[in-house]
């Protein structure tokens, strides 16, 4: 057996993909051979001002010119690969299921679900959680993922097929001091992948969860640098990741190198989950 990622003929939905992870996932996916559609709310051309509904990190990323969703199609097709990118909130299901029908009906077949889209904003401890943020944040990081594999599963599973990856955080693994409802909603998306795992391994769907550590991303660059310096002394590499280290475990898991890989939490995370001293 070939050593070697090979994701060629394969079509790849990447959901939230305008920025950071999502867009280090897409880039690389379509490097290792598949077409790529890229699912977001912002979207360069789309001046409708919905950002403002998701928080002060979209419109941070909106302000300072940092969504790439359309940017990012372009790159990708002059690799030589096919390309969308799509507008879509994962929390309505019917836009979820236009952007699934689009890609097949485009690009003929919805081989790989990349669940990327998440809110990581809602910071406070438990008496100062905003109940309509709370909400947000289980609709999006946790309702929008089952969206998303609800909409693709029928296609995979009439293939025999399928990979799909959620991305968690060590702050579902280990709790997240002030991070009530990102990390309960992180926690969750660790049983509904355990959960598809067990469904969709007899119709060769694989179902594998990513739990990044602490991340080089925008969202660590526009965080408080006093706390991502105690949790970088936290993690025993002693350093933030890169996008690129998220991007590249994704790649194997999606791979054939992966076809007997499913229901893990695989961390990705420098060894923050390690007792560090």
Not at 8 to 16: D, E, K, P, Q
Not at 21 to 38: F, P, S
Not at 210 to 223: D, K, L, R, S
Request: proline share 2%; hydrophobic share 40%; net charge negative.
């Amino acid at each position: 057996m070939s050593l070697e990622i090979d994701l060629s003929g394969r079509v790849a939905l990447v959901t939230g993909g305008s920025r950071g992870l999502g867009r280090a996932d897409a880039l690389t996916l379509a490097r290792a051979g598949a077409d790529v559609v890229i699912a977001d709310i912002l979207v360069e051309s789309d001046e409708s001002g919905e950002a403002d509904r998701y928080g002060p990190l979209a419109q941070a990323a909106r302000s300072q010119g940092l969504v790439q969703t359309e940017a990012t199609a372009r790159e990708i097709e002059e690799l030589g690969r096919r390309s969308l990118a799509l507008k879509c909130d994962v929390t309505d299901a019917s836009q979820v299921e236009a952007a699934v029908s689009r890609t097949f009906e485009e690009l003929g077949s919805v081989d790989i679900l990349v669940n990327n889209a998440g809110t990581l904003d809602h910071v406070g401890q438990v008496e100062n959680q905003v109940p309509e943020l709370w909400e947000r944040d289980l609709r999006v990081n946790l309702t929008g993922a089952f969206n998303c594999s609800r909409a693709v599963w029928p296609h995979m599973k009439e293939r025999g097929w399928g990979r799909i990856v959620n991305m968690a955080s060590v702050a579902g693994t280990l709790g997240g001091f002030g991070q009530a409802s990102y990390s309960t909603t992180k926690s969750g998306l660790l049983g509904l992948t355990k959960s598809l795992a067990l469904e969709g391994a007899r119709h060769g769907i694989t179902v594998n969860a990513i739990v990044p550590g602490i991340i080089g991303t925008e969202a660590f660059h526009f965080g408080n640098p006093e706390m991502n310096e105690r949790m970088i002394k936290r993690t025993a590499m002693r350093r933030a990741g890169d996008p690129q280290d998220i991007a590249n475990a994704i790649a194997f898991l999606c791979s054939d190198l992966a076809s007997y890989v499913t229901g893990v939490e695989l961390n990705v995370s420098g060894g923050i989950e390690l007792f560090t001293f």
